[in-house]
């Protein structure tokens, strides 16, 4: 069980949504828009990267540049979690446990700038 997350935007393909639902089980899921959190343990960095779309069962649509605002405390957050929760002190592990976060916002700028809107982002707890 775990907190999925989802990017959708208008004229979103069907592919673009089968990559979505593929990546669930990767650490590389930010890159298609999607992300994904167990239940393991506090802190939930993605709770604070886009609150919006946990408090609205709809999804919450945030501007890129709140979510680029709000990266750099994610990824502490991501950090912290990984070594606290996950005992992991390997800096590279924990790199690649945190790069899915910067993807994920990198790819909102890409749609933003694209649609000229940001995407619409849902959060499942």
């Known amino acids: 069980?775990?907190?999925d997350?989802?990017?959708e935007w208008p004229e979103q393909s069907p592919e673009e949504q089968q990559a979505q639902k593929e990546a669930w089980a990767t650490d590389h899921g930010g890159r298609v828009g999607y992300l994904r959190e167990a239940y393991h343990g506090e802190p939930y960095p993605s709770y604070h990267l886009m609150p919006e779309a946990f408090d609205d069962p709809d999804g919450g649509t945030i501007p890129?540049?709140?979510?680029?605002?709000?990266?750099?405390?994610?990824?502490?957050?991501?950090?912290?979690?990984?070594?606290?929760?996950?005992?992991?002190a390997d800096e590279a592990k924990i790199e690649r446990?945190?790069?899915?976060?910067?993807?994920?916002?990198?790819?909102?700028?890409?749609?933003?700038?694209?649609?000229g809107q940001p995407p619409t982002i849902i959060a499942w707890w």
């Open 1 to 3: 069980m775990g907190i």
């Open 5 to 7: 997350i989802y990017a």
């Open 64 to 88: 890129s540049a709140t979510l680029r605002a709000r990266l750099p405390e994610t990824l502490r957050l991501a950090r912290e979690r990984i070594r606290k929760v996950y005992d992991i």
């Open 97 to 115: 446990g945190v790069k899915q976060y910067t993807d994920f916002v990198e790819f909102c700028e890409a749609v933003e700038a694209e649609t």
